[in-house]
């Protein structure tokens, strides 16, 4: 059950933050890293604290030690006061470069990511409603953003970070429309297909929330752009659909330095199986989806946690995305389903199998079927190819394994 697998995700997390608060002198408060020689180093930063503010106000309930929740507690209490010293100081007439009240002035990832630590927060609305004010200036004429406050040109991954925080708000994001339309039109001289899923999933989620309908954007329209582009990944991938060999960075300039901004193309994917799927979650349940979710699962559970999905050392931006994407998922009801079920329904989601092939792959099927154990060994090759033929070696036999397992227990119970 998907629900299973989210709760032990969940559960990991919360250890992974109860080992680090252990092991922190409070006197350095949070850095970026999440493993031991990260949580002994004296290294800290606006990702890490902005981080770890956001997870313990959601999993401190959780950490079972009393002790080293009241630690975790202060160390957030902290964080959250540095991070406003930092806001603060941005607004002197001179800034250092190299300081962290410059990041908060310039850098939009960094500025995102401390207004979601600071928002809602009764003792802070005073920083916050500095933040949002920066971006907010920050997109000045444009129909998005850039990197960085002072940025002439507009990137689409810029814009969904943004858009993705200021979605969390109440307040209705304005003149999202024309964000939205510009992030379409962008996208089709994007190559690169997870910056297209995640432009795709950034736009889906605005719908869904604002229920928005305009000229070219609409739910529907959406998910069938989104459904398109998981195909062409599951298609074209060789060896490992939807989770590639290693992470995305996203280089941008600030004037001053070179940066990056990380996207994991493993949660781009689930977040966009997720929002494919019905209340029953289907697609996290069949393939592709749950190898994905399964592979997640067993990187957490390693302990002391240290490394990510792509063998980097996990970092508390890492952290943050994964507690983002599984969120919604968290209280969600799902309705039940059999795997034989979920397998099959994926199956024909993502083939983009044409009239002509359905025909000629259920004939094959019933002559496979008709035909007992005999035919078994003598079809199953031809079948096979067939269908790597239209998905891809991958795909192809993970779909093969399950009819073949529903065939070979069809045949069994025939002879017995």
């Not at 025909?359 to 007992?372: F, H, K, Q, T, Y």
Request: with cysteine; aromatic share 10%.
């Amino acid at each position: 059950m998907v629900h299973e697998s989210v709760a032990k995700v969940k559960n990991e997390l919360v250890r992974a933050l109860t080992d680090y608060a252990t092991t922190r002198n409070e006197d350095y408060l949070v850095g970026q890293f999440m493993d031991r020689a990260g949580a002994e180093h004296s290294q800290r930063g606006v990702y890490g604290m902005s981080a770890w503010s956001i997870l313990i106000g959601e999993f401190a309930e959780f950490i079972s030690n009393e002790d080293i929740k009241e630690k975790a507690l202060r160390l957030r209490t902290n964080c959250v006061k540095t991070l406003q010293q930092w806001v603060q100081d941005g607004d002197k007439d001179s800034v250092n470069r190299d300081s962290e009240a410059y990041e908060l002035k310039y850098v939009i990832p960094k500025i995102c990511v401390a207004y979601q630590a600071l928002r809602g927060l009764n003792s802070v609305p005073q920083e916050a409603s500095v933040l949002k004010d920066r971006l907010l200036k920050a997109r000045g004429i444009h129909s998005g953003w850039g990197f960085t406050t002072d940025a002439q040109e507009i990137h689409p991954i810029s814009t969904c970070i943004v858009v993705r925080t200021l979605l969390e708000d109440q307040a209705r994001i304005c003149n999202i429309k024309d964000i939205l339309e510009d992030l379409e039109a962008r996208a089709k001289d994007i190559p690169d297909a997870y910056f297209l899923l995640y432009i795709t999933t950034t736009i889906l989620l605005c719908c869904q929330k604002y229920d928005l309908v305009s000229n070219n954007i609409t739910l529907a329209s959406q998910r069938a752009i989104l459904r398109e582009r998981l195909q062409f990944l599951l298609h074209s991938s060789a060896e490992a659909p939807l989770h590639p060999t290693c992470p995305i960075n996203v280089d941008f300039y600030d004037s001053y330095r070179t940066r990056y901004y990380r996207l994991q193309p493993d949660l781009i994917s689930l977040e966009s199986l997720y929002l494919m799927s019905g209340p029953d979650l289907v697609y996290l349940k069949a393939y592709p989806g749950k190898p994905l979710l399964d592979k997640l699962l067993a990187v957490l559970e390693a302990h002391p946690l240290a490394e990510d999905t792509y063998k980097s050392r996990m970092s508390f931006s890492t952290c943050l995305e994964i507690h983002h994407c599984l969120a919604r998922l968290y209280n969600a009801q799902e309705l039940k389903i059999s795997s034989f079920r979920a397998n099959l329904y994926c199956f024909w989601s993502f083939a983009g199998i044409s009239a002509n092939m359905a025909i000629m792959l259920i004939a094959s099927l019933l002559l496979l079927v008709c035909g007992g154990s005999y035919f078994v060994h003598g079809i199953s090759h031809t079948i096979l190819n067939f269908l790597s033929t239209m998905l891809g070696t991958v795909v192809a036999t993970e779909c093969f394994d399950v009819l073949r397992r529903a065939l070979t227990f069809k045949n069994k119970a025939r002879f017995s």
